[in-house]
C-alpha cells in the first residue's frame, strides 16, 4: 500500500526557516518523481517544487524560487522541502505526492498528474 506522511510543520516567524519531511513507504521512492503542494484557506491548491525521479532536475513556483530547495534520498524513502526566509504568504498546509513515472529526468507541479498524496501538515508564518 502506497504511503506518504508530510512532517516538520509549525508555527514560526516571518523569515524564519522550516524543513519538511516526507516519508514514503509502500513503494520504491525512485520510480517516482515528487511534488510539493500547498492550499491556503479559500484558495487552490498551488504545486509549490518538484523532483524528478534521479533527483537531477527540480522545478520551483515562482513564489518560493531562491527560499525553497527540495531534496531526496532514495536510499531512506524520503524527500524534503527545506523553506527559508519564510513569509505569511507562505501560510498554508503542505503535501507530498508521488507521481509514477519513465523519466528519470522529469518532473511536474500539475496536481492531475500525481497518483499518490499525503495527508498534509500545517506550516503557520506569523509574528
Known amino acids: 500500500q502506497l504511503q506518504l506522511v508530510e512532517s516538520g510543520g509549525g508555527l514560526v516567524q516571518p523569515g524564519g526557516s522550516l524543513r519538511l519531511s516526507c516519508a514514503l513507504s509502500?513503494?520504491?521512492?525512485?520510480?517516482?518523481?515528487i511534488g510539493w503542494f500547498r492550499q491556503a484557506p479559500g484558495k487552490e491548491r498551488e504545486g509549490v517544487s518538484c523532483?524528478?525521479?534521479?533527483?537531477?532536475?527540480?522545478t520551483y513556483a515562482d513564489s518560493v524560487k531562491g527560499r525553497f530547495t527540495i531534496s531526496r534520498d532514495n536510499a531512506k524513502n524520503m524527500v524534503y522541502l527545506q523553506m527559508n526566509g519564510l513569509k505569511p504568504e507562505d501560510t498554508a498546509v503542505y503535501y507530498c505526492a508521488a507521481d509514477f513515472t519513465i523519466s528519470q529526468f522529469l518532473c511536474t507541479t500539475t496536481s492531475g498528474e500525481f497518483d499518490s498524496w499525503g495527508p498534509g501538515t500545517q506550516v503557520t508564518v506569523s509574528s
Open positions: 509502500g513503494f520504491t521512492l525512485n520510480n517516482y518523481a
Open positions: 523532483i524528478s525521479r534521479s533527483g537531477a532536475v527540480s
